[in-house]
């Protein structure tokens, strides 16, 4: 048993599919005192808070004009907000794709989630309601920001999962369109009996071990060998996840496959067929629980970690192709291999 929980919890280390660790101070008091709230500045940089008062590094990529330089809040075509996947945080992740997409009109907020990143919680597993929580405080906030202005929903492998849950449960009312990236959907009846019977045995009887699967299996989350290679330096990234933190991604899967039906607005779902993290049958069974008007595009020589993979350009430039064509009067800019 031991050996297939590892081959499991391996894959989960790197799928960006969970989250774990120490617990770290408790989260602000919200009926304090001069409790903050919105988008602030502060020594950490940019900062959101939580409905409970936890603040949450933000990072802001305003759009650019054609001349390069930095237009105004108000001046973008249309708003991305990203949200990232197991121990990545938002710079990891979103850093290289924000640099085209605001070259193409749009201003980009990507938050390190609770739990991740350049956050005081980082390392404590906050839980499916917490990470759904977070995204529509976010999601409203920067609606606040921006009134007038369409907002993509971007989310990639857990960051997809949390995303794909807060659409179909009704949190994300200001959203127009939304890309989910090789999302966390492996839930409902795409996870095996004895795969979640196993998962549930293990967060029992040994909740925070860490596994790492190291000597079990190894997992190609990408071609892109230089990523892996700063991945592993990056002081921010989190590895490691315990069978509590996996049965906790297990019911946000749940969640994420449960809710697909309701949701209501233009979805794109983009995977790799090279996925070792998200299986073909996942990503197919939450493409039959969506609405049929959902886009689909598969990239033959994608990985799990599509936006930088080694032909991760591509998929950026689809992203941002695809949200000017549902949120804007702008025209496409690309278009990928569809199956």
């Known amino acids: 048993m031991m050996r297939f929980l590892g081959v499991i919890l391996a894959v989960l280390t790197v799928a960006g599919c969970s989250a774990g660790g120490p617990l770290y101070p408790p989260p602000l008091d919200p009926t304090a005192a001069g409790a903050p709230r919105g988008i602030d500045q502060d020594w950490m940089g940019r900062l959101i808070y939580a409905s409970d008062g936890e603040p949450l590094r933000m990072h802001i990529w305003p759009s650019r004009k054609p001349d390069g330089s930095v237009g105004k809040v108000g001046s973008e075509d249309f708003v991305i907000v990203a949200v990232h996947g197991y ?190 993290i998200i299986p073909p049958e996942a990503i197919q069974n939450a493409l039959k629980r969506l609405p049929d008007t959902v886009d689909y595009v598969e990239y033959s020589e994608g990985w799990h970690m599509l936006l930088r993979d080694n032909q991760g350009k591509r998929v950026r430039s689809d992203v941002v192709s695809w949200a000017r064509k549902h949120v804007s009067d702008q025209p496409a800019v690309a278009s990928a291999e569809k199956k």
């Not at 980082?122 to 609606?143: F, H, N």
């Not at 449960?169 to 200001?174: A, L």
């Not at 196993?198 to 990523?227: C, H, I, Q």
């Open 87 to 276: 121990g990545d945080h938002a710079t990891s992740t979103y850093a290289e794709a924000a640099d085209g997409w605001t070259d193409a009109g749009a201003t980009v907020y990507a938050y390190d989630q609770r739990g991740f990143g350049r956050n005081r919680s980082r390392g404590s597993w906050p839980g499916p309601d917490a990470l759904v929580d977070d995204l529509a405080t976010v999601i409203q906030g920067v609606a606040e920001r921006h009134p007038d202005k369409p907002i993509v929903l971007v989310g990639h492998s857990m960051g997809g999962g949390v995303s794909l849950t807060a659409l179909g449960e009704g949190r994300v009312p200001d959203v127009d369109a939304a890309v989910l990236l090789a999302p966390a959907v492996r839930g409902g009846d795409a996870l095996p009996t004895h795969l979640r019977l196993l998962t549930w045995l293990a967060a029992t009887l040994m909740p925070d071990k860490r596994l790492t699967g190291s000597g079990f299996v190894e997992v190609k989350p990408t071609d892109n060998y230089d990523l892996l290679k700063k991945l592993a330096a990056d002081p921010w990234y989190l590895k490691y996840p315990s069978p509590r933190e996996y049965m906790g991604v297990v019911r946000l899967m749940d969640r994420a496959v449960a809710s697909a039906p309701n949701v209501n607005i233009p979805v794109a779902v983009l995977w790799g067929a090279n996925d070792v």
